[in-house]
């Protein structure tokens, strides 16, 4: 009797090894469904960069998902599937306002640097004229596939500067630096102690070049006897853009200020 009961433990001890070490495989009941198929109906994502966990998206479906966002700033939408082999197709990635129906304005950056081009993947990125809550329209067109489980992301991709001033005779400056194969384009604005703007301007910025600004010059002409911050957003991928920011005094003192996001590229 006693054998028997120790022989018993031992093998509910081998199949509870076993079932430990056992790596289940993927399917697509396993993947938890965030998006959903009706717009108005979808779960808020957060712009601060953090992919949605795996998702899945049947075929000929569109897939939702709701996100707020802030005027002046700018934003990039990332979808991918990094599981299941693609034929070739491609998602079709885009933005309607919370009516459901109006299109929101974006550019197609899949290619951009990091490229996400020749898969079952899309980016877009905008800069958003106003607070707003908007959709993210995901339609998944490949017929010849019982569907795809990916990740999605949105990043807030503009860049705080946490200072700058012209007291005292100071100049300050911003530099950008494209570290991408595509030319982009920003747009820098500069904002008093009050939050209210004191000079913008579009900013070119050209292929693996630096671009700089400085507040005493064209196209900025910030006035003497001013101070507070600044920010830059642009249409591209997620770091995309260096940035750097600097004061320099009447006595060539040179003092570096924090010129980044406030989110980290993960």
């Given at each position: 009797?006693?054998?028997?009961?120790?022989?018993?433990?031992?093998?509910?001890?081998?199949?509870?090894?076993?079932?430990?070490?056992?790596?289940?495989?993927?399917?697509?009941?396993?993947?938890?469904?965030?998006?959903?198929?009706?717009?108005?109906?979808?779960?808020?994502?957060?712009?601060?960069?953090?992919?949605?966990?795996?998702?899945?998206?049947?075929?000929?479906?569109?897939?939702?998902?709701?996100?707020?966002?802030?005027?002046?700033?700018?934003?990039?939408?990332?979808?991918?599937?990094?599981?299941?082999?693609?034929?070739?197709?491609?998602?079709?990635?885009?933005?309607?306002?919370?009516?459901?129906?109006?299109?929101?304005?974006?550019?197609?950056?899949?290619?951009?640097?990091?490229?996400?081009?020749?898969?079952?993947?899309?980016?877009?990125?905008?800069i958003q004229g106003s607070d707003a809550?908007?959709?993210?329209?995901?339609?998944?067109?490949?017929?010849?596939?019982?569907?795809?489980?990916?990740?999605?992301?949105?990043?807030?991709?503009?860049?705080?500067?946490?200072?700058?001033?012209?007291?005292?005779?100071w100049v300050s400056y911003w530099g950008?630096?494209?570290?991408?194969?595509?030319?982009?384009?920003?747009?820098?604005?500069?904002?008093?102690?009050?939050?209210?703007?004191?000079?913008?301007?579009?900013?070119?910025?050209?292929?693996?070049?630096?671009?700089?600004?400085?507040?005493?010059?064209?196209?900025?002409?910030?006035?003497?006897?001013?101070?507070?911050?600044?920010?830059?957003?642009?249409?591209?991928?997620?770091?995309?853009?260096?940035?750097?920011?600097y004061m320099v005094g009447t006595n060539?003192?040179?003092?570096?200020?924090?010129?980044?996001?406030?989110?980290?590229?993960?």
């Amino acid at each position: 009797m006693k054998k028997a009961c120790l022989l018993t433990i031992f093998c509910l001890l081998i199949s509870s090894l076993a079932l430990a070490q056992k790596k289940p495989g993927r399917s697509n009941a396993d993947v938890v469904r965030a998006a959903v198929t009706t717009c108005g109906d979808d779960p808020v994502i957060s712009s601060d960069g953090t992919p949605v966990g795996e998702d899945f998206i049947a075929s000929a479906t569109t897939a939702y998902y709701k996100l707020n966002v802030k005027g002046g700033h700018s934003y990039a939408i990332e979808v991918w599937a990094p599981f299941d082999p693609t034929d070739g197709s491609s998602p079709a990635l885009s933005l309607v306002a919370n009516d459901c129906s109006t299109p929101v304005s974006t550019t197609d950056v899949t290619a951009d640097d990091p490229d996400l081009s020749g898969g079952f993947s899309a980016r877009i990125s905008w800069i958003q004229g106003s607070d707003a809550s908007v959709h993210v329209s995901f339609n998944n067109p490949d017929q010849n596939s019982p569907g795809y489980t990916y990740y999605v992301r949105v990043t807030d991709t503009t860049l705080f500067n946490a200072r700058w001033s012209t007291y005292s005779g100071w100049v300050s400056y911003w530099g950008f630096t494209n570290t991408t194969a595509t030319a982009m384009t920003g747009h820098l604005t500069v904002r008093g102690l009050d939050g209210s703007i004191v000079a913008q301007s579009d900013v070119s910025l050209p292929v693996n070049q630096a671009t700089y600004l400085q507040s005493n010059k064209p196209p900025l002409n910030v006035p003497a006897q001013n101070a507070g911050n600044a920010s830059f957003a642009y249409i591209g991928p997620p770091g995309a853009v260096v940035t750097d920011s600097y004061m320099v005094g009447t006595n060539g003192l040179f003092i570096p200020t924090v010129f980044a996001t406030k989110h980290s590229y993960r």
